[in-house]
Nanobody, 135 residues
C-alpha cells in the first residue's frame, strides 16, 4: 500500500519557521493519492499524540482544519500532482517541540480527523520527523 515519508524537521529557535513535507509513494490500484484525506499529528515527548492540521481530498475546494494551539501559525497544503502534503510552521514556540507524523485516511474526513476519536480508522501513518524549538 501507499507509504508516507516525512521530512523537514530539525532544531530551530523560537520564532523561526520550518516546512515539513510528506511524500507519498507506492499507490495501490484504485487508491490514488488524491483519494485520501491527510492530516498532521504530533507527539511531544512523554505526552499524548495531538491533532495539528488536516486537509480534505476534494479537488479545488479543500476543507482544512487546525488545532487551536497552531491556528494562525501553521498552514497545511497538498499538491496532488506531486503526491506531497506540506505543513508550513511559522512563529515556532518551544511548546511545538514534538515528533510530527503525516497520516492518510480514505474512510474518515478531514473534519473527523479534527474532531478526533477515530484515529483507529486512519489507513497510513508515516514514521515521523522531529521538530525541536529552543527558547
Amino acid at each position: 500500500q501507499m507509504r508516507l515519508v516525512e521530512s523537514g524537521g530539525g532544531l530551530v529557535e523560537a520564532g523561526d519557521s520550518l516546512r515539513l513535507s510528506c511524500e507519498a509513494s507506492g499507490e495501490a490500484p484504485g487508491r490514488a493519492f488524491s483519494t485520501y484525506n491527510f492530516a498532521w499529528y504530533r507527539r511531544p515527548l512523554g505526552m499524548e499524540r495531538e491533532f495539528v492540521a488536516s486537509i480534505s481530498r476534494t479537488p479545488g475546494i479543500f476543507n482544512i482544519y487546525y488545532g487551536d494551539s497552531v491556528k494562525g501559525r501553521f498552514t497545511i497544503s497538498r499538491d496532488n500532482s506531486k503526491n506531497m502534503v506540506y505543513l508550513e510552521m511559522n512563529s515556532l514556540k518551544p511548546s511545538d517541540t514534538a515528533i510530527y507524523y503525516c497520516a492518510a485516511a480514505r474512510i474518515i474526513t478531514s473534519e473527523t480527523m479534527y474532531t478526533g476519536g477515530k484515529e483507529n480508522l486512519i489507513d497510513i501513518w508515516g514514521q515521523g520527523t522531529t521538530v525541536a524549538v529552543s527558547s
